[in-house]
């Protein structure tokens, strides 16, 4: 069967595959366009597959919230900057997002075995797939994690254009403006301050010992410090760890946009709920940020250019 271009354009969009492996998928199939895609995605499939070493340690993070009482953030990673700047890679981690939300995946593997949202005859695994060999980098859907409102609502902040993706849980009885307006502050807050817990009613007692099982050890090994009376050391002790606390709960930070620059997260969340009339609290938060704990390649783009001269 003679290939015309209007059959390569319309398979191109399709599946955004280059031109010429449109072109050569159609001559394998005699011009059979679902065997063509079919083609396509195996070929994408073995492209990804020797992609699959690179480090995958760019991207981004986006959060899709649903009716104001669901949201999902997720990762989704590239090898370099430049594609995570990409409108083909943004729509797709928006549609990674969408899936989220409305999935009932309790981890990765139940997630990438959904059938994906777009088109119930892929999975997510799929669509992953045939994504690396439109883009033509290696690319990683990381995690997600979904949050359901049980009383009052959620909201989302988005930080340096996708580096940092956070979702707040509030706790309230009543959801308007001014509650969204208090949420979407403290997401900022988090964004920018990266507490661990909401409270010190969090944190379990066997990690304040281990902390001050740690302190009381530098102590020690200090030749001054370690001369003074127990009482003296143990509220030494006392104060470092309550400074750490005080680093790492959220409603015990200093809250960001405070006019005294002293009133803290929980005193502000006070301020608000006198405001309102009703109890407003965070009842969780999460916090993604791209690339965290990955390591990334170091790449020396001079001789990269070299090597491929001389391959």
Not at 224 to 247: A, D, H, T
């Amino acid at each position: 069967m003679a290939i015309t271009a209007a059959m390569v354009k319309e398979l191109r969009e399709m599946t955004g595959a280059g031109m010429m492996d449109c072109k050569k998928a159609l001559n394998e199939t005699d011009g059979n366009m679902d065997e063509a895609v079919e083609f396509l995605r195996k070929n994408g499939q073995a492209k990804a597959e020797k992609k699959a070493g690179r480090i995958a340690a760019e991207g981004l993070c986006t959060v899709m919230i649903k009716d104001d009482k669901t949201a999902a953030v997720v990762e989704v990673n590239s090898e370099t900057d430049f594609v995570a700047k990409n409108d083909t890679f943004k729509a797709f981690v928006d549609a990674v997002a969408t899936q989220a939300v409305n999935s009932d995946a309790a981890d990765m593997e139940a997630f990438m075995a959904e059938a994906w949202n777009e088109d119930s005859s892929k999975t997510v695994k799929d669509a992953l797939v045939e994504k690396v060999a439109v883009i033509g980098e290696n690319l990683n859907i990381r995690r997600f994690e979904k949050v359901v409102a049980e009383n009052g609502c959620v909201v989302s902040y988005i930080h340096g254009g996708g580096r940092i993706g956070v979702i707040v849980e509030a706790d309230t009885a009543v959801v308007n403006d001014t509650v969204k307006e208090a949420m979407i502050n403290i997401a900022m807050q988090i964004a920018a301050l990266t507490p661990k817990y909401v409270s010190r009613n969090e944190i379990s007692d066997e990690y304040i010992a281990h902390e001050k099982e740690i302190l009381r050890a530098q102590i020690m090994n200090d030749p001054k410090e370690s001369q003074k009376p127990e009482k003296v050391i143990n509220g030494m002790i006392e104060g470092r760890v309550n400074k750490e606390l005080k680093e790492i709960c959220l409603v015990d930070q200093v809250y960001v946009k405070a006019e005294d620059g002293k009133q803290t997260v929980g005193k502000y969340l006070e301020a608000v709920s006198k405001e309102i009339g009703q109890n407003v609290s965070v009842k969780r938060f999460v916090r993604f940020e791209t690339g965290e704990g990955l390591e990334k390649k170091q790449e020396d783009f001079a001789a990269e250019v070299a090597a491929q001269m001389n391959a």
